[in-house]
């Protein structure tokens, strides 16, 4: 254990804790906005299949929510105990811009939270989905501060060095700094389609277990919808991302290419196993001239290789594999969303069919829905009652189609991992780009108490990831669990405020309560 690198080990427990921290904010940001839009189409369309969609995955935010506050604060330790020489250095800068997101966004999202949760009964169905539109906003003005800093430390700009220290001399330019346009839409666009994976395979889950009523429907099309729209942007936003990072960070964009030698007409690399130590690709299977193509725009372009940067280029092994990874995963999901997209045939009209509304119930003669259509909860060959509004039948998905949606439902996480590798890798060796190294921003703690915390570490994140998941699919499986509300039972009980007195009690409804 002696022997173990300590410098090493704490990188390795820092991208452990940040490789779990990163999966919940990813889905709460852009979840927030889904639960905002069904919340909005209840309001205008007043059909109760939107709030049932907004009650059941408002429970899922919450498990989220709440996994990437604990994970973010056993984060924040490690810049005392395992990197004091970052704090030390470029704390002038990380410092406020930490600070910042804390008064501006966590405190928001914190306290708008228990009226989103709880507050539904106790409101007015506008301050209801006020408060919604807060904590969305607020996961995203999270971002915005959070990815303003990584950003710096990537392209540091507006600040000067005396003694030893980083000293701001324009805001502006710290945090607008030179890679954070393109590197916090790429991550905005990451979010929206690790949601909308996430909402289409938990509602083609359910799908598949005969839970066909309209919230599942409209669920399944959203998902569906967003991700099909998103993919193509995230694509155009990875090409502009790459100039800035070829542009910028010319050591790293190598690495991700496996590029050797400089060159025009460079060929896209599509599999080798590269060699550091004899700086070659083995097995390389290349396509002559298109990785000059779409990093140039031109097939001649030229493009600098690692050799330009002996000694101060990333490990090119896993920041190779990991970006290609994150492509991969990315042209699966446009193949798997526009397949389904095409299935649905949006754009064909239909005669309006009666849905199935799961909390209203039919009058006696009610009409009947077929099994299979939208709104029905029968099984097949089996009839079941109708009720709720008038809504175009929705165009099944394929079987198959469905268990690819399954099977993916947390394919966004891959991606973003594969995508997160490949930018933190790739700034090594430094912890800030051309200002402080990781080796010097490390702490002097020997390596075997960082093996021991980074043990205890991965086994509580892979306990409660599992713990995650199976919350969510058990959620799919049990409606009457996922469908009760947060205030439910509350309906009847007098708020403390308006009634202080216990003994003035009675069953009358207090001011302002909406139960729509």
């Known amino acids: 254990m002696d022997t173990l690198d300590p ?239 070829m542009e910028h960070q010319p050591a790293k964009l190598a690495a991700m290419e496996g590029i050797w030698e400089t060159q025009k007409g460079v060929p896209a690399v599509l599999f080798a196993l590269p060699d550091e130590k004899t700086r070659t690709n083995r097995y390389e299977i290349a396509i002559p001239k298109l990785a000059s193509l779409y990093l140039t725009h031109s097939l001649e372009g030229e493009v600098k290789g690692l050799n330009e940067f002996e000694g101060k280029h990333p490990p090119v092994a896993p920041v190779f594999w990991a970006f290609r990874i994150m492509v991969g995963m990315g042209l699966l999901m446009l193949a798997v969303s526009w397949s389904s997209v095409l299935q649905l045939a949006p754009w064909k009209k239909q005669a309006p069919t009666l849905v199935a509304s799961r909390t209203a119930l039919p009058p006696d003669g009610a009409l009947r829905l077929r099994s299979g259509e939208a709104g029905s909860t029968a099984p097949t060959g089996r009839e079941g009652p109708a009720s709720g509004p008038l809504l175009p039948p929705a165009r099944e998905l394929k079987t198959w189609q469905a268990r690819a949606l399954v099977a993916m439902t947390f394919a966004g996480w891959v991606a973003l991992i594969a995508g997160w590798y490949t930018t933190e890798i790739g700034r090594q060796p430094w912890l800030v780009s051309g200002v402080l190294t990781a080796a010097d921003a490390a702490s002097k703690v020997v390596a075997p108490k960082i093996a021991l915390t980074l043990f205890l570490y991965l086994a509580l994140y892979a306990g409660l990831i599992v713990a995650y998941v199976s919350v969510v699919f058990y959620l799919a499986r049990h409606r009457t669990h996922a469908d009760k509300p947060f205030e439910a039972g509350m309906e009847d009980t007098l708020n403390p405020v308006n009634y202080p007195d216990p003994g003035a009690a009675r069953k009358v409804k207090p001011a302002g309560v909406s139960h729509a």
């Not at 604060?73 to 910042?100: C, D």
């Not at 600040?159 to 590197?183: C, D, K, L």
């Not at 979010?191 to 005969?210: D, N, P």
């Open 7 to 245: 410098v090493v080990l704490a990188r390795i427990q820092f991208a452990a804790n940040m490789t779990f921290h990163i999966l919940f904010p990813t889905i709460s940001i852009s979840l927030a906005w889904v639960l905002l839009f069904f919340k909005l189409r209840f309001v205008k369309t007043g059909q109760q299949h939107w709030m049932d969609a907004y009650q059941f995955w408002v429970k899922i935010f919450a498990l989220t929510f709440a996994l990437g506050v604990v994970s973010g604060i056993t984060m924040s330790f490690q810049f005392g105990t395992n990197w004091p020489g970052f704090m030390e250095t470029v704390g002038n800068v990380a410092g406020p811009l930490l600070a910042y997101e804390v008064m501006t966004a966590f405190f928001l999202e914190a306290t708008m939270l228990g009226v989103m949760l709880f507050g539904r009964a106790r409101v007015s169905e506008r301050t209801h989905t006020i408060a919604t539109l807060l904590v969305a906003g607020g996961t995203t003005l999270s971002a915005f501060w959070i990815l303003a800093l990584n950003s710096w430390m990537h392209t540091p700009a507006g600040f000067e060095m005396i003694n030893g220290q980083a000293h701001v001399t324009s805001w502006f330019e710290v945090i607008f700094n030179p890679s954070f346009p393109y590197r916090f839409t790429h991550m905005m666009l990451a979010s929206g389609l690790t949601v909308a994976f996430l909402v289409a395979g938990i509602s083609a889950y359910r799908w598949l277990r005969q839970d066909r009523t309209a919230d599942v429907i409209a669920s399944l099309k959203t998902g569906i919808y967003l991700a099909a729209f998103l993919i193509p942007l995230q694509i155009v936003a990875g090409d502009f991302h790459g100039l800035n990072t």
